[in-house]
Every structure is written in structure tokens, then in C-alpha cells.
């Protein structure tokens, strides 16, 4: 072999002269991989009780992410804005003004055919206090074995 082969890298692979044997190159385009990818489930969000169902106090009433409903009357909100009853009565829903817009509100009334937003200076406050009546007539049973 020439000195001049010797000193000349090869025309034949263009790398030689950095040590470098071969060159590999895709042989397909690059994708990303498609497994463990979009399987998660839903998360239930949305309306479980609607307007005039009857609710008892702990039944969810909706489940949201962010405030869409704002918490009324007899009901209460999650830390994960879950709105929940707090009161049995009837799911109502309304809408207040605030700010320049609407807000959303659900809340629960006490008896059929009554409407939310309740109007506290004519109609006094709605109160639940879950106390049972211990002067009603008790069933025959009941009175029967508190004699003896």
C-alpha cells in the first residue's frame, strides 16, 4: 500500500478518519411508546342528586372539581368540593347575583314547594335541628316495656 493511501482517509466510509467504524441509521421513524399510556378511569364528577329528590343528611349531592355550585342552605362543602346534605329535605337549585355575573347555588329545603333563596326577614330562619319528639304517641311496644 502508498504512503498517499495511508495518509488519505478512505472515500468509501466518510468516518474513518474519526475512528469511527460505521454509521447506523434508523430504520424507522421515531414514535413514542403506547403502553401503560390513557387507561385511567373517570372520576364520576357531576350531579348524583337533582332538583325535587329527596335527600337525608351525608348523600352527596354533587361532585365537582373547582366551585361550580356554591353551597346553600342545609348543605355543606367537601375539601374536595364535594357538596353534601345536611338536612333531609328536597335538592333545589337557584341562582344569585354577584359581582357583574351569576352564581350557581343548591341547597336543600325542608318541604316540598318551598323555593331557595329563602327570604330570612319574612319567613324567619329555616332550621333543622335533628331532635326527635318524645311526646308523640309511642308505639304500644315501646310503651308497654317501659312500664315494667
Known amino acids: 500500500m502508498s504512503l498517499l493511501a495511508r495518509c488519505l482517509p478512505s472515500l468509501s466510509n466518510p468516518f474513518s478518519f474519526l475512528g469511527v467504524g460505521s454509521v447506523r441509521t434508523a430504520t424507522k421513524r421515531a414514535g413514542g411508546t403506547v403502553h401503560n399510556h390513557g387507561g385511567s378511569p373517570g372520576k364520576r364528577l ?3 342528586k337533582f332538583s325535587d329528590q329527596f335527600v337525608i343528611p351525608g348523600n352527596i349531592i354533587v361532585r365537582q372539581r373547582g ?3 356554591h353551597p346553600g342552605q342545609h348543605v ?13 329535605g328536597f335538592v333545589r337549585f337557584y341562582k344569585e347575583k ?12 325542608l318541604e316540598r314547594g318551598q323555593v331557595l333563596p329563602w327570604d330570612e326577614k319574612a319567613c324567619g330562619r329555616s332550621r333543622y335541628c335533628g331532635l326527635v319528639n318524645l311526646n308523640t304517641s309511642a308505639p304500644s311496644s315501646i310503651r308497654t316495656s317501659t312500664t315494667h
Not at 98 to 107: P, T
Request: net charge positive.
Open 46 to 48: 357531576g350531579l348524583k
Open 67 to 69: 366551585t361550580l355550585f
Open 76 to 88: 355543606k362543602i367537601g375539601s374536595d368540593h364535594t357538596i353534601y346534605a345536611t338536612a333531609p
Open 98 to 109: 354577584w359581582m357583574r355575573g351569576q352564581r350557581r347555588y343548591v341547597g336543600v329545603v
